[in-house]
């Protein structure tokens, strides 16, 4: 079938995947074209999301009357699906031809191919109704990222960081920009407890849970320094969160219906900052996880990346501020393969997370050729830990998943580096990173960005923290969330 927009077949083929097609070389290739004919006509595409703060993306597309016009609506589908899973987003204003924005409107209504898209970021995240507005270019709003981004390194004072996972809550209690030592030199209090907060259906489960660190924080600092005041508490949780109101997050999914989720569970940290009579910001774990590796390296411009269940993702540029985007790279296209495989959860084909995360592992299993039918489909940490073992042992059907990743890996960071800007650092971490797989996955995708994005490959190096930091970095990152002012 011929395709009006070209995909582009990579020289470094996955080794298990011989039919991805990389966003970044087909983008680029079209704009090339576009570039090349001499009347590429502007696009721009403004995304505001709460507090009225915009971000915007300007490019170029072949005007309509063009031969290659029908180029054009591929690239903007696939183009706003990405910014909106970086930025988040309500409202779209389009600069450009009017046809184009009509096909985003079609495709961002309720009946279109980009319903879940527009629920989710419309009436489920920023509560209210996704709007797709149609203008001329230079009509399109300014970027704005107003005070939501003023998440800056402040920490004066005793604070307490806490960090919530699938399986465990960590805490941790800082001191003027450090985590709290005892005389001997061992942490006043950096510590992680089990949980099991997605089954649970009654929201005192989490908040008991949650209350319970916090107090056992409060303790440490007093016990340190009786009558000591503490400044403020920052939370880390994988999820999506506005305004410090949980919109979307797995450890909330027993909280059932909706109504009853919007009722309890949404305000639970408003309700435990009023309780606790202190300042409290919750982010995005993949935005705090980059935020301590910029604490660890000393500078910012940092994207983390954390291949587990999913892949999770955050960003902080170069000042080391969190922007107050999404960075829900998990959903966002990166491969433009039309059989490429389809997420669960938003029925999309080609994101992130089927290439990044344990879940690439399990797609890739069959045509590695690695038996392992005694371990359930959905069994996929166990899958992953099959795989982990096969690797230790020189299995080179297991090396073959990893290198596949690897593959994905190199394009993909250089997709990322076209979007975010500027890249000093790619922050990998995960459970799928663990091990000689790890490593195999970093030299495929150094080897891709040397050979084909050498500007990329200059500009960008692979950092992967250590124990230490995977222990108490996260949690005690979080603790300089809360702006204390004046």
Known sequence: ?????????????PVLDPDFRPPVLANRAFLDEVAATGVGVPLRIAVERDQGRVSRYDTQVFPLAHPRAAANFFYVERLLKFLLWQWGGWKVTVGGPTALTRYLQACYSDTGS????????????????????????EDVPDANDGQGSDVVLDWRGWRIGFDLGASDRKVAVVKDGSLALRPDGTPILSEEYPWD?????????????????????????????????????GGSAAGVYVNGRVRVASLFRGIVPRERFEREAAPIFTNIAREFGLPLRIENDGDVTALAGAISLGEGAVLGLAMGSSLAAGYVDADRRIKGWMNELAFAPVDYNPQAAV????????????????????????????????????ALPQRLERVQQRMAAGDERARRIYDTIGAYFGYT???????????????????????????????????????????????????????????????????SLPVIRG
């Not at 011929?2 to 083929?13: D, V």
């Not at 489960?205 to 340190?224: F, G, V």
């Not at 669960?344 to 299993?365: H, I, T």
Request: glycine share 8%; charged share 25%; aromatic share 8%.
């Open 1 to 13: 079938m011929q395709r009006p927009f070209a995909l582009i077949q990579p020289r470094h083929t």
């Open 114 to 137: 980009r319903a879940f898209d527009a629920e989710l970021w419309g009436e489920q995240t920023y509560e209210r109704e996704m709007v797709m507005e149609g203008t001329a270019p």
């Open 197 to 233: 907060p997605k089954p649970q259906s009654d929201i005192r489960y989490h908040h008991d849970r949650i209350t319970d660190i916090l107090r056992n924080a409060m303790a440490a600092i007093r016990e340190a320094e009786p009558g000591a005041t503490v400044q403020g508490i």
């Open 343 to 378: 997420d669960e959860w938003s029925c999309d084909r080609g994101v992130g997370a089927n290439y990044f995360s344990q879940q690439a592992v399990g797609r890739l299993l069959p045509a590695s050729g690695l038996e392992v039918a005694d371990i359930p489909e959905g």
């Open 413 to 479: 960071v250089a997709h990322f580096c076209d979007y975010y800007a500027p890249v000093k650092h790619i922050e990998v971490l995960g459970r799928v990173m663990t091990g000689e797989g790890g490593q195999v996955i970093l030299r495929r995708a150094r080897e891709i960005l040397a050979d084909e994005f050498p500007e990329t490959a200059a500009a960008v190096t692979f950092y992967e923290p250590d124990e230490r930091e995977k222990r108490h970095g996260q949690a005690a990152a979080a603790a």
